[in-house]
């Protein structure tokens, strides 16, 4: 049988030192293509780029970079015939330098490039490592490993596959992780604000965000409390967007006006 064609993108570049090592032990079991920004572009979410043009370069043997975000290399791909020799039958996403846990899903490029290939019908993983740049090939092999894992499962019926999976920072030894636990979003806070500052022309300007470590609502089988135990944590997302239990409060807000007094 032909090897699984895996398509790879991240939102840290196409020469960030996690995608390499992901690709790296994702190729010892699957043919992978990269195409991924060419600058960084954390926190662009799922924007697209419509207003502007695209510039696309080779970068090395089935290593493609694209001037726009995320979401972007990824549609390319999957529209793009000259990038992709057939369509993929995995997209995998990161390995991000620093976590994606609770509403970080919501803000995060590498959470939206999988995104991208479910929300096109491919099968999708995100992978992100607690600690930056720290040790990279422990988080690979077990990325690799939960990739193909995912090729092997009986998929759901419904929307296909989203998988969320974020490694806290390895251990040394011949068991860098706890383990890996199936888990939920939990809540993250980080530090809230708007910081407003004066450039050298006296012309007013803003950083969103303070200072300070994102803290974290202990929540039972959330992803957040499993890396705080050394777990790796996988969660399932979903590409739903409406909310079921609240039709009876759309239905009132729908519904017929009462005429004014008169």
Not at 2 to 24: F, I, Q, T
Not at 63 to 85: M, Q, S, W
Not at 99 to 128: H, Q
Request: charged share 20%; with cysteine; net charge negative.
């Amino acid at each position: 049988m032909s090897r699984p064609l895996l398509l790879a993108s991240n939102d840290d570049g196409y020469d960030a030192p996690g995608l390499r090592g992901m690709v790296e032990a994702l190729r010892s079991w699957a043919d992978v293509v990269v195409v991924a920004p060419k600058h960084e572009q954390s926190g662009q979410s799922h924007s697209i780029s419509l207003h502007h043009p695209l510039r696309h370069e080779v970068m090395g043997d089935d290593v493609h970079a694209i001037d726009g975000t995320p979401a972007d290399c990824v549609y390319c791909a999957l529209y793009r015939e000259d990038l992709l020799p057939r369509r993929p039958d995995l997209v995998v996403s990161g390995m991000n330098h620093g976590p994606n846990l609770g509403s970080d899903v919501y803000y995060s490029g590498t959470v939206a490039a999988a995104r991208e290939g479910a929300l096109r019908g491919v099968p999708a993983l995100a992978f992100s490592m607690v600690g930056g740049a720290g040790p990279v090939a422990p988080c690979a092999r077990l990325a690799s490993d939960l990739a193909k894992r995912t090729l092997e499962a009986v998929p759901p019926e419904g929307q296909p596959v989203l998988l969320n999976v974020n490694f806290p920072r390895p251990s040394v030894g011949d068991r860098p992780f706890a383990g890996v636990r199936a888990t939920r979003l939990g809540r993250r806070h980080y530090s809230e604000g708007v910081d407003v500052r004066r450039d050298p022309r006296g012309r007013e300007y803003f950083w969103i965000g303070l200072p300070g470590a994102p803290k974290h609502v202990p929540l039972d089988g959330s992803d957040t409390d499993a890396i705080e135990a050394g777990m790796v944590s996988v969660t399932p997302l979903t590409l739903e967007a409406t909310r079921g239990d609240h039709f009876g409060l759309a239905s009132f807000v729908a519904g017929p006006r009462p005429h004014a007094a008169e």
